[in-house]
């Protein structure tokens, strides 16, 4: 018996892509859930493609649904997070400024549990701690509102992952995307080096049967903080 967020069954949204139904296990193939996955620390697996990374986090509290924009103005409801809490999320990791992303050797974007400082949008000094932020240019999201934008140049949330929990075993499945996606431009923009860091010649292929989910510190090889 597959689990639904029961926002994300309510109505269907013109801003979700149905991608491939995986299952998120770690390096030893066995299943993700809930429970296995450690409060604050920053996991990313690859989906929907075998070269686009994505955050997986627990933010240890309650999320509720959020409605967002896109940066071309279409509307849609993230639906929240999934899990006993609601605290598990997942986003792309793709920055939506100029898609800045956890490469190989370095990560300029990656999510900080601890307190941070940061401008906001209306350019005033903010502290707050549970963030997504990219250090490249300095945009930062918010994941427990749907990785809404808190501050920085990007003008549009991160695309949410769209997750399933079996509530048979608490297995984790991601299924698809919310929001405005990047694909096509990342693929365009750093296709070379992504054919390179992973070793294929298809970097448009989908992730299919399971996707293999990773601290970020084990996926990068250096985090910049900022």
Same mark, same amino acid.
């Given at each position: ?11 269907? %949204? ?6 491939? /139904?995986?299952? +998120? ?7 993700? =859930? ?7 620390? =920053? ?5 929907? !493609? @075998?070269?686009?990374?994505?955050? +997986? ?29 609601? *605290? $598990? $999320? ?8 100029? &898609? ?6 370095? *990560? ?11 401008? =906001? ?17 300095? *945009?930062?999201? %918010? ?5 809404? @934008? ?17 509530? /048979?075993?608490?297995?984790?499945? #991601? ?7 990047? !694909?096509?431009?990342? !693929? ?8 390179? %860091? ?7 292929? #989908? $992730?299919?049967?399971?996707?293999? @989910? &990773? ?8 985090? &910049? /903080?900022?």
């Amino acid at each position: 018996m597959i689990g639904a967020n029961p926002a994300l069954l309510a109505q269907p %949204d013109a801003r979700l892509h149905r991608y491939q /139904r995986v299952r +998120l296990v770690d390096a030893s193939d066995h299943p993700i =859930n809930v429970k296995t996955l450690e409060v604050g620390e =920053n996991y990313v697996f690859n989906y929907p !493609f @075998v070269t686009t990374p994505c955050f +997986l986090l627990n933010l240890g509290h309650a999320t509720t649904p959020a409605d967002l924009t896109t940066e071309i103005g279409e509307t849609y409801r993230w639906p929240g997070g999934i899990g006993p809490a609601r *605290s $598990v $999320v997942a986003f792309s990791a793709i920055c939506a400024h100029k &898609m800045s992303y956890p490469a190989k050797a370095i *990560s300029f974007i990656n999510y900080r549990h601890e307190r941070v400082n940061f401008r =906001n949008s209306a350019e005033q000094p903010v502290e707050r701690a549970q963030v997504i932020y990219c250090c490249s240019e300095k *945009s930062v999201y %918010d994941p427990a509102q749907g990785a809404r @934008v808190l501050g920085g140049p990007a003008k549009q949330p991160l695309a949410a992952i769209v997750l399933e929990e079996d509530k /048979r075993d608490g297995a984790l499945y #991601a299924v698809g995307t919310y929001g405005g996606e990047l !694909f096509e431009r990342f !693929f365009h923009e750093f296709g070379f080096r992504l054919a390179l %860091d992973h070793g294929t010649r298809d970097i448009r292929a #989908a $992730v299919t049967g399971t996707a293999t @989910v &990773m601290p970020l510190a084990e996926y990068s090889g250096q985090q &910049m /903080r900022c």
